[in-house]
Nanobody
Framework: DVQLQASGGGLVQAGGSLRLSCAAS????????IGWFRQAPGKEREAVAC????????DYRDSVKGRFTISSDNAKNTVYLQMNSLKPEDTAVYYC??????????????????WGQGTQVTVSS
């Protein structure tokens, strides 16, 4: 089975840091992209960051640039999202997703065929 397991969420004060992990099983990152998305209460899900393993593309939404970093450990088949300088507006359920058989990464949800369960991130002011 192709699966993604997201973890690492929690409660943190504004200005703090968290590292989310997305462990993949049933496929490798070759020719794939991994995206992080988030959904805050009452809001639509939005893309946060993505990495394309075929061409090395990395992209971030503007509001997290300079604060969030996406990285991977291919040996562990795991993608990370390091989140620094967290703000209350970063509070959301965070999801990782895989877009397989692709050259690059993008922020279009419909391109992602496998989704992990969400992990809650709460940033207190």
């Amino acid at each position: 089975d192709v699966q993604l397991q997201a973890s690492g969420g929690g409660l943190v004060q504004a200005g703090g840091s968290l590292r989310l992990s997305c462990a993949a099983s049933g496929f490798t990152f070759d020719d794939s992209a991994i995206g992080w998305f988030r959904q805050a209460p009452g809001k639509e899900r939005e893309a946060v960051a993505c990495v394309g393993f075929n061409d090395g593309t990395i992209d971030y939404r503007d509001s997290v640039k300079g604060r969030f970093t996406i990285s991977s450990d291919n040996a562990k088949n795991t993608v990370y999202l390091q989140m620094n300088s967290l703000k209350p507006e970063d509070t959301a359920v965070y999801y990782c997703a895989a877009e397989r058989l692709t050259v690059s990464c993008d922020f279009y949800e419909y391109n992602y065929d496998t989704w992990g369960q969400g992990t809650q991130v709460t940033v207190s002011s």
